[in-house]
């Protein structure tokens, strides 16, 4: 079963603004990390959190973690159109070990 | 420096044939997994090899699936007897095996059972 829950489950934003997904986790974790999917193409990693991290910034991504309440969050600033793709995150509970991936979010950035 | 690749891009199977998905792990990675999606939802796991070894297959079906990551070549996902709910898109990873590493992905299989 999955263990993450994505919302929104969709977001239309225009260029240029903010975009900020949730995600949310049952288990503890070891790290939880963020994926980027276009449409009919592999997963491109974005972004990974350990679980003593709280916040981490990569480019225009910053993501928040919260391990007591067993959620995390990806802002994306000054999006573009570029950006339009599904964002998954995904929760890893030991070393390489399996990912449990969210129900992602579809993000649409329009001009 | 290539990446994860996979072959076919694209499957197309009879309902009762095998399927035969391919993955080379990008160099340097020794760690393999499976994935499968199905449209307009998240990966599930299947299964985590490493060469000549399966160490994780809890996502695995019972019956029909196999994998395997031989000594030499790619690993094998086989999907033997397939049937229509086995359509689906079917994504490779693989890491270095470390903490704190990230899985690459390649771009994925799309099945498709007639």
């Known amino acids: 079963s999955q263990q993450g829950e994505e919302d929104p489950q969709a977001l239309s934003i225009q260029e240029g603004e903010n975009a900020t997904m949730n995600c949310s986790y049952k288990?503890?974790?070891?790290?939880l990390q963020w994926y980027r999917q276009n449409s009919g193409r592999g997963l491109v990693h974005l972004i990974l959190?350990?679980?003593?991290?709280r916040e981490k910034h990569s480019g225009r991504l910053r993501v928040t973690l919260d391990t007591s309440k067993k959620s995390s969050s990806l802002l994306i600033t000054a999006s573009r159109a570029a950006d339009t793709a599904s964002y998954f995150c995904?929760?890893?509970?030991?070393?390489?070990?399996?990912?449990?991936f969210g129900t992602g979010t579809r993000l649409q950035v329009t001009l | 420096n290539a990446g994860v690749m996979q072959n076919p891009r694209h499957l197309v199977r009879r309902r009762g044939q095998e399927a035969r998905l391919r993955c080379s792990p990008m160099?340097?990675?020794?760690?393999v997994y499976w994935y499968r999606q199905l449209p307009e939802e998240g990966l599930k796991f299947m299964v985590y090899?490493?060469?000549?070894?399966?160490?994780?297959e809890s996502g695995m079906p019972k019956e029909r699936f196999s994998a395997e990551f031989p000594k030499e070549g790619p690993s094998i996902l086989r999907i033997q007897q397939v049937v229509r709910g086995d359509s689906a898109a079917y994504f490779c990873?693989?890491?270095?095996?470390?903490?704190?590493?990230?899985?690459?992905f390649g771009d994925g299989t799309r099945l498709s059972i007639l």
């Open positions: 160099k340097g990675h020794s760690h």
């Open positions: 959190i350990r679980s003593n991290e």
């Open positions: 995904a929760t890893s509970t030991g070393t390489a070990s399996k990912l449990t």
């Open positions: 288990t503890s974790i070891n790290n």
């Open positions: 990873a693989s890491s270095p095996g470390q903490m704190d590493q990230p899985q690459h």
């Open positions: 090899l490493q060469k000549e070894n399966i160490i994780d």
